[in-house]
């Protein structure tokens, strides 16, 4: 049969939205076209959104029942290929676990009893109380935590409604020591995507990063292509990663050290004047008082340190410098480890310019992005009060809100009270730091509102759960990428939900009608506020919606391409010598701090990533759970043997404060230093409505018990947690 | 050190291969009885003709009891099939490079045979059910007139036999991605112990019947055969006598065979010598020695050879033993087989 | 005639299961199960070490253990490309297909009969690649013909250092890892 244009679905949806308030916000005639037996296989272009990166794909429907993802050939993130998160997100959309219709809760919070209701009854009650804080405290004690595109859908109705606290863990308990770092330094983020031009690289030097395993699809096969080239790499990591096993060094760094590497490399590179002279001189701002400051960080003061040999600190170094400037030392996502993040991230960021690598081919990239306008929305209302997240600019380089922030105002009552929160598409208790304290903020809500397409672990606290569609069943914001290849690609629904599921701006839209904020939504259905932006850019909305990317003309994005060499720091140049830093009473230049040694006996908690599996939020797809279901503890083999554990035999972990962990079983390898163990994020889900993933692994957070603030940006440092290994009962079925 | 990890999780397949239970086991144990009874009752169908005075009563019953043994195993091997209304495509085909293929097709041979034979046997047998069958009767009275047919009959029962055995081992032998099995003797060492089984099985049955129980009613004869089972066997019948000689020459070859078995893997290749190592000093090490070795060869070669000397009483307890051991042979090498590979994973 | 193969190149690979999921959702792989895997064999000691990845699947071995024993035929060769198939409504589930083959690439599918990787013949015979080879990110897969001299698996294994899995298994593989 043929499937019906979308031109005519957009006449029928629109026509009959607001009817009724579970109004079609899917195709109908694709619901009539399933009902009378759809035979044969139709394609829809959209973008991916099992993690952050938003590959374009092809979703392929056969016989009317989702069949396959694939990479989209023209958009230039995926490439035509996706990595096994994207091609398993119909697991996502068949997943038996996900949230069926809205929920309000009847027993106590966090005890995950439930009454369905109607999404009349559950938005009702959301505007409600909402009504109520406003009335009481205003409406900025209302806040946000949010992660991914569907964030600016849910953002619009709050902040017309007057709220201004949102805050993403992928600031504070992700990425934001990095931003900050390479901010104060070259005046300028890495962004995500990251601007990073990895496929030309000759050297690359991974630190932490463990890319393959950290599945960021662009990265990953750029990696795969600079491998193949014959690129050095050059991985620091505590654990034998896969990058590492495709490592000429690999430098297997004591954890917490790897400031002291960067200066020693920093040393050995300034005092055998191996850098780029030419550009420090002509970049470069305070180059002299840092080339007299790293004098004294020799190999061998780094050695007793790092536990890494004098002599390999020099070869990498050399190897480095013999690339430059094509050697990007990788700046890393997740960077949030002992506390000295921002100043780590900035000690890589002085070593890239040291290789001149910022703005040069093999480094580091200026994205690009087209030109497209925003919707026309009016004006929101000004919020009574400033954000709260960070009084007083009590972390002076924080240029994100901090989610941990909002929590601490949650507790303190101050500046003033927090009592409704929003979560957004983030398993807060997850993704948090210390389990306990976001509990006890939970407590002082009048309102906690979580939506999501899983019941996860925050969803359990929540008074109200909102059901929302996965990404295959939705239309989404618009995607206008900065990238090495400007492009613009769109989200749209590639089958129906199978219950009572609706999508972010469906949700967000119907919310502000009860709020009494219709004037906001000058649309009606998010197909018209898509066509506005990409008209208003001048592009084809047909041809956008068929081909699901359009890409711009390839724009310079390299200094020698034309890209103007601007650093806006404060003195227009590479920071080497930070004034602002200095003058907030920061190190001007990273100092080194050794870290605190874990009580005896104890092993350093370390955690990362599975390339099947993103977060907390997979493990109930069927098809990722397949992969692997559920997470193992690395130990390192001879520390096994010292403990008279075997490979595969069960445990707990017991963390410095007394947590156990759920049973786990040991991996005993020799991929791993014996002072530390190692869990992939994600397992150990306490939730029961995650049926496939209960019980199944440790879960890293719950031991994270104990956090370092980030004194630059409020960021937390999460691997300062140790923990003991107790022997534990196989379980049943094993 | 290598450290191998394999993401898969295939049921039967991981983390170690395990594809047959019990019944693979159980069929091949009777399938290797029966190539013993065959093969015993066969030589004996030709024997009597030649010299009716010394057939002994106590093979007669071994054709029928054939019959129902196989068809047991067949059953236990049907239960093993996972795609069981599939199991006539076996007769569509013969693949001439499939033990099991090859199989089939002599068990399709098997139950004729089988049949035959127990027809010919019938009226000595169950002298009151083969007077309510008169046509199975005439029919019998008719082979038994045709000595050259009767011969025919015994020979095929022969022939089939030692095939039945013979396959029973080799069908093993060539799934070569579990060394333990890379040994086509498992064919004769089958056999040999099908052979012992086959006898300490008849030897039951002359405990079982005895010709001086003169009963030829059907109830008359199992309940004699109860009573039977409590005495001690009458001292030096001729018949079993001669049953003790042949078990223990099989015993011996069987052993013998077992030694070489072992000696063959030894001085293959290093995952051949893994592979038996799993029976000698592995996990199955104390089923394969304890009850394969000692209780199922040793042992009864060692009673039966003292009874011979009359040394000691005879009793049942060596035909049970042997009949133990040759269920726990097939046991160990199925199971420790399944355990061994090319490849070792560590998880 | 023509003679199907992979050659994977084990430095580009980074075990990401993404022929895995491939494989699943193109060939409605039940849950549990599935017909392509990764394997990491870590050599040394800490902290020396060396590690290979490898996808893995069957072989399609030119002398097939598995075909040789099936009682009934079903798992054959089929006449493009000698890759090894199972007809399923010709599988009595025997399971002697599964001991017989050294790399446990087959497996009882719920249904019955057994199962294992295609090669996605049924995309092949559509001048498309297999699921797995045409997902990869790392593009670490290459399928094609290794009769033939100037294809794309034939060169890479004329100028690359290789090696196949379990050789002196005797079933002679046809999937190839570059090192």
Redesign the interface.
């Known amino acids: 049969m043929e499937r019906l244009s979308r031109r005519r679905f957009l006449k029928i949806s629109a026509a009959t939205f607001g009817a009724a308030t579970a109004a079609a916000h899917l195709p109908d005639a694709l619901r009539a076209a399933a009902a009378q037996g759809e035979k044969g296989v139709r394609t829809v272009a959209t973008f991916c959104e099992m993690c952050f990166w938003r590959c374009g794909g092809i979703a392929h429907v056969r016989d009317g029942k989702l069949w396959k993802f694939e990479g989209n050939p023209k958009d230039p993130q995926s490439r035509g290929r996706l990595c096994p998160r994207g091609t398993g997100a119909v697991g996502a959309y068949y997943a038996r676990d996900r949230l069926q219709k809205p929920l309000v809760r009847v027993g106590a919070r966090g005890k995950e009893q439930w009454k369905a209701v109607t999404w009349d009854e559950a938005l009702g009650y959301v505007a409600e109380r909402m009504q109520k804080i406003k009335a009481e405290h205003g409406a900025e004690a209302i806040a946000m935590f949010n992660h991914g595109i569907g964030v600016r859908m849910l953002q619009h109705v709050l902040k017309s409604y007057g709220c201004t606290n949102f805050a993403g863990p992928s600031f504070a308990q992700c990425r934001g020591p990095r931003d900050v770092g390479f901010r104060l330094t070259f005046g300028e983020d890495v962004g995500s995507p990251e601007r990073t031009d990895i496929e030309n690289a000759r050297c690359l030097v991974l630190i932490g990063s463990h890319l393959g395993e950290n599945m960021h699809n662009t990265q990953v096969q750029e990696f795969s292509d600079a491998v193949g080239a014959g690129a050095t790499v050059i991985v620091v990591d505590p654990r034998f990663s896969v990058a590492a096993s495709k490592a000429k060094y690999w430098l297997p760094i004591r954890p917490g050290t790897d400031l002291a590497l960067l200066l020693a490399w920093m040393h050995v590179i300034v005092t055998e004047k191996l850098y780029d002279a030419d550009y420090v001189a002509q970049h470069g701002y305070g180059f002299e008082q840092f080339a007299a400051y790293v004098q004294a960080f020799t190999p061998e003061w780094a050695y007793p340190e790092t536990g890494i040999e004098p002599e390999l600190i020099r070869a990498t170094a050399r190897e480095m410098a013999q690339h430059r400037p094509a050697t990007l030392i990788h700046p890393g996502r997740h960077v949030n480890w002992y506390g000295d993040d921002a100043q780590r991230s900035r000690g890589i960021a002085l070593l890239n310019a040291l290789m001149g690598s910022w703005g040069r081919k093999g480094g580091f990239f200026t994205p690009a992005s087209m030109d497209v306008p925003d919707y026309p929305y009016p004006a929101y209302p000004k919020p009574a009060r400033p954000k709260l997240d960070n009084p007083d600019k009590k972390y002076p380089f924080a240029h994100e809100a901090l989610t941990t922030g909002i929590r601490e105002a949650t507790l303190s009552g101050k500046p003033y009270p927090i009592k409704g929160w929003f979560v957004y598409a983030t398993n807060l208790l997850h993704a948090l730091p210390n389990e306990a304290e976001t509990i006890e903020a939970i407590r002082k809500l009048d309102l906690l509102v979580v939506v999501d397409v899983i019941p996860s672990e925050i969803a359990g606290w929540a008074d109200v759960v909102l059901p929302e569609s996965t990404y295959l069943e939705r239309h989404d914001e618009l995607n206008v990428e900065f990238f090495k290849h400007p492009f613009v690609s769109i989200r749209q629904p590639v089958i129906e939900s199978p219950h009572d599921q609706k999508p972010n701006w469906w949700i967000a839209r119907e919310l502000a009608v009860r709020l009494g904020l219709e004037r906001y939504y000058p649309w009606k259905h998010i197909e018209e506020y898509l066509e506005n932006r990409v008209t208003g850019a001048g592009l084809d909305f047909a041809q956008l919606k068929k081909q699901g990317v359009i890409r711009g003309a390839r724009q310079p994005v390299f200094f020698d391409e034309g890209v103007p060499a601007e650093f806006p720091t404060p003195s227009g140049k590479i920071e080497f010598y930070s004034t602002q830093l200095q003058e907030h009473g920061f190190d001007p230049i990273p100092r080194y701090t050794p870290p605190d040694p874990g009580p005896a006996g104890s092993f350093r908690l370390l955690y990362g990533r599975a390339p099947m599996h993103s977060f907390s939020r997979t493990q109930t797809n069927p098809l990722l759970a ?4 559920e997470n193992v503890v690395w130990l390192n ?1 001879v520390a096994a043997r010292r403990l008279g554990l075997k ?2 035999d069960w445990v707990r972990l017991r963390n410095q404060d007394g947590v156990l962990s759920n049973r786990v079983q040991v991996k005993a ?3 791993i230093r014996p002072d530390c163990v190692y869990l992939v994020h994600g397992f150990g889900h306490t939730a029961k409505g995650l049926r496939r993933a209960l019980g199944r692994g440790a879960s890293d957070a719950g031991l994270i018990t104990r956090y370092k603030v980030d004194p630059l940006m409020g960021g937390t440092a999460m691997s300062v947690n140790f923990v003991t290994l107790e022997p534990a009962d196989a379980p049943q079925e094993a | ?14 983390p170690a ?1 395990h ?2 239970g019990w019944e693979i086991p159980v069929y091949l144990f009777l399938g290797g009885l029966v190539a013993g009874l065959m093969i015993l009752s066969g030589y004996h169908i030709i024997r009597a003709l030649w010299d009716k005075d010394r057939a002994h009563g106590h093979y007669v019953t071994a054709p029928i009891l054939s019959l129902a043994l196989l068809t047991v195993g067949m059953g236990a091997l049907f239960l ?5 209304l ?2 006539w ?2 007769y ?2 013969f ?1 001439v ?5 090859w ?2 097709w002599i068990l399709l041979l098997v139950y004729p045979a089988l049949a035959a034979s127990a027809l010919l046997t019938l009226p000595q047998t169950f002298p009151k059910l083969a007077r309510r069958l008169p046509f199975c009767s005439r029919c019998a009275g008719a082979l038994h007139d045709c000595p050259r047919v009767v011969q025919a009959i015994g020979f095929a029962n022969m022939l089939l036999g030692v095939m039945l055995g013979i396959y029973t081992g080799i ?1 093993l032998s ?5 060394p333990l099995w890379n040994s086509a003797l498992l064919g004769p060492l089958f056999l040999f112990s099908g052979l012992s089984t086959g006898a300490a099985t008849i030897h039951l049955l002359a405990h079982v019947r005895r010709p001086d129980s003169g009963s030829d009613d059907f109830s008359d004869a199992v309940l004699s055969a109860l009573v039977n089972w409590l005495r001690p066997p009458a001292p030096g019948h001729v018949g079993t006598q001669k049953l003790e000689h042949a078990d223990n020459s099989f015993l011996t070859v069987e052993l013998l065979l077992l030694g070489l078995f072992i000696v063959g893997l030894l001085s293959s ?1 290093e ?1 051949h010598q893994r592979a038996v190592e799993l029976i000698l000093t592995g996990p199955y090490a104390a089923a394969f020695w304890v009850l394969v070795v000692g209780c199922g060869i040793v042992l009864p070669l060692t009673l039966q050879f003292l009874q011979a000397q009359h040394r000691i009483r005879s009793t049942v307890v060596p035909a049970l033993l042997v009949i133990g051991g040759s269920l726990a042979l097939r046991i160990v090498i199925v199971a420790a087989g ?1 355990a061994s ?3 070792v994973a ?2 | 005639m023509s003679r199907y193969g992979m050659v994977i190149d084990t430095h580009r690979c980074v ?1 990401c ?1 993404d022929c ?1 999921v491939a494989c699943k959702t193109e060939n409605h792989v039940p849950e ?3 017909r392509d ?9 800490f902290p020396t070490l060396r590690m290979e990845i490898r996808t893995e699947r069957c072989n399609h071995c030119d002398n097939p ?1 598995c075909v ?7 798992s054959h060769v089929h006449e493009r490309g000698g890759v090894v198939l199972v007809t ?9 297909c ?7 690439a ?3 599918h719920p ?4 199962d294992k990787c295609t090669f996605c013949i049924h995309r092949v015979e559509q001048g498309l690649l297999p699921a797995c080879v045409s997902v990869c990110p790392t593009h670490c897969m290459h399928f094609g013909d290794l009769d033939d001299p100037l294809s794309e698996v034939s060169r890479l294994l004329a100028s690359r250092a290789h090696h196949a899995l ?1 050789p ?3 079933t002679k593989p046809c999937i190839y890892y570059l090192t």
């Not at chain 2, 093993?80 to 069981?84: A, F, G, P, T, V």
């Not at chain 2, 490079?97 to 293929?101: F, I």
């Not at chain 2, 060539?174 to 579990?178: G, H, I, K, V, Y």
Request: with cysteine.
């Open positions: 397949d992969l692997m279901r083999a490979h595969g390898t020799e991929r | 050190m290598i450290e191998t990890t394999i993401h898969r999780q295939n049921p039967m397949i991981d291969f594809a047959w093993d099939l996972e795609h069981k599939y199991v495509r076996l569509l085909t693949e490079t499939s033990p099991m293929s199989g089939s069908l060539t799934l070569s991605a579990r290749t995952v399944q590979a090319w490849t560590s998880h | 075990g299961m895995v549990g199960y599935c895997w990764i394997t990491e064999v870590t050599r040394g000691e253990p040789h024993c099936c009682p009934t035929g079903a399923k409504e010709e599988c009595i589930g025997c399971k002697a599964l001991a017989a083959c050294p790399y446990d087959r497996f009882v249904e019955g009969y057994v379990l002196e298994a005797g």
